[in-house]
């Protein structure tokens, strides 16, 4: 099995679909957030949104801990602009990933619901659409709805990505 990157803005529910994915899969998870370096933390923390060389060394981490699990794992990650998916693919050939798609009101209401329990801003929200790549087109990409029911999301990525590994196999 292939690793998949579970990408999108913040509040698209990346971390909550990873990890149904990866227990649905068998796969271990690695959550993208807690690879940041200090320094990015603490730009997020003060609402400045991180800018690609921010990134870079956040990016580089996440490939290096791809490059661990060789039989496969669910990563979650923004991954935003296609440069960012390009780097993280040159670290996990066949990489593939599913864009939680959701609309700037939503993420912006589930961002604010979790203020307090976590370390993004919702004042970030913003900046993350105005810096999304869409995915949309890309080989290995799936597009799925944000707000559908995770029980419901995690099935359809399951499945994709069995059916993915058994086209390989063939």
């Known amino acids: 099995m292939n690793s998949v990157v579970m990408m999108g803005v913040a509040g698209c529910g990346k971390s909550s679909a990873g990890q149904a994915v990866a227990q649905a899969l ?3 998870l690695i959550e993208g957030d807690e690879f940041h370096p200090e320094a990015n933390l603490n730009k997020m923390r003060q609402g400045l949104p991180l800018t690609d060389a921010d990134r870079a060394e956040w990016l580089g981490a996440l490939g290096h801990a791809l ?3 060789p039989a496969g794992a669910v990563l979650t990650c923004s991954a935003l602009k296609a440069s960012y998916r390009t780097r993280l693919r040159s670290h996990a050939p066949g990489l593939r990933f599913v864009f939680l798609e959701i609309d700037p009101h939503t993420a912006h209401q589930r961002v604010s619901a979790r203020a307090s329990e976590h370390l993004f801003p919702p004042s970030l929200v913003t900046s993350q659409f105005a810096t999304l790549e869409s995915p949309v087109g890309e080989p290995g990409v799936l597009p799925v709805d944000a707000t559908q029911p ?5 099935a359809t990525v399951a499945r994709w990505l069995r ?3 058994n ?3 063939l």
């Not at 995770?150 to 995690?154: D, K, M, P, V, Y």
């Open 26 to 28: 068998g796969l271990p």
């Open 67 to 69: 490059e661990q699990h």
């Open 150 to 154: 995770l029980a419901a999301l995690s």
């Open 163 to 165: 059916d993915a590994t």
């Open 167 to 169: 086209k390989k196999a």
